[in-house]
T-cell receptor, first 114, second 110 residues
Framework: NAGVTQTPKFQVLKTGQSMTLQCAQD?????MSWYRQDPGMGLRLIHY???????DQGEVPNGYNVSRSTTEDFPLRLLSAAPSQTSVYFCASRVDTGENYGYTFGSGTRLTVV | GDSVTQMEGPVTLSEEAFLTINCTYT??????LFWYVQYPGEGLQLLLKATKADDKGSNKGFEATYRKETTSFHLEKGSVQVSDSAVYFCARSGGFKTIFGAGTRLFVKA
């Protein structure tokens, strides 16, 4: 059982470049989300999805796009990278009921924009 | 808006000391409350949870009680180990959004 898989683990981009962070889960969770983690600020929600074809914005959506064509995959796209997007990005999926209620996180993508 | 406030770190303790990490939350609605732990270079892992007032979550010697009257969910452990060194996050979940605290780094010295 792989859980939540994120790729790549590390990435360096130049300002203005675009890229896609990949996230896949094999637990059949309907809910998936993207967070960014910055020192002293905890985790901030970028976008989330409650099922295939349904996405919505979180606290800090500007500069990011998402789509959810399947239950398993939830990619995050950076449209035009900026230094302010240097961060660690976590994808998470969630089950809302039962004893396993709570998030399962991926291991993160450390992104540096120069 | 909704928020979670944790005590600032780092917290430095000697092995076998008692641990408390304070957490308070905004009381809008009926949130579920969580503690997550993050080890270096890894994602967050669910440590424990409580879904309603007066519930006590516990796991690996850690425990926290959902206190509605004080809007608190403090994390405690009676005797910490070096292996408990990590960053601990308190979180509240209501509806589709989960709000995390800023995290508290714990160092445990042998």
């Amino acid at each position: 059982n792989a859980g939540v898989t994120q790729t790549p683990k590390f990435q360096v981009l130049k300002t203005g470049q675009s890229m896609t962070l990949q996230c896949a889960q094999d637990m059949n969770h309907e809910y998936m989300s993207w967070y960014r983690q910055d020192p002293g600020m905890g985790l901030r929600l970028i976008h989330y999805s409650v099922g295939a074809g349904i996405t919505d914005q979180g606290e800090v959506p500007n500069g990011y796009n998402v789509s959810r064509s399947t239950t398993e995959d939830f990619p995050l796209r950076l449209l035009s990278a900026a230094p302010s997007q240097t961060s660690v990005y976590f994808c998470a999926s969630r089950v809302d009921t039962g004893e396993n209620y709570g998030y399962t996180f991926g291991s993160g993508t450390r992104l540096t924009v120069v | 808006g909704d928020s979670v406030t944790q005590m600032e770190g780092p917290v430095t303790l000697s092995e076998e000391a008692f641990l408390t990490i304070n957490c308070t939350y905004t009381a809008t609605g009926y949130p579920s409350l969580f503690w997550y732990v993050q080890y270096p270079g890894e994602g967050l892992q669910l440590l424990l949870k409580a879904t309603k007032a007066d519930d006590k979550g516990s796991n690996k010697g850690f425990e926290a009680t959902y206190r509605k009257e004080t809007t608190s969910f403090h994390l405690e452990k009676g005797s910490v180990q070096v292996s408990d060194s990590a960053v601990y996050f308190c979180a509240r979940s209501g509806g589709f959004k989960t709000i995390f605290g800023a995290g508290t780094r714990l160092f445990v010295k042998a």
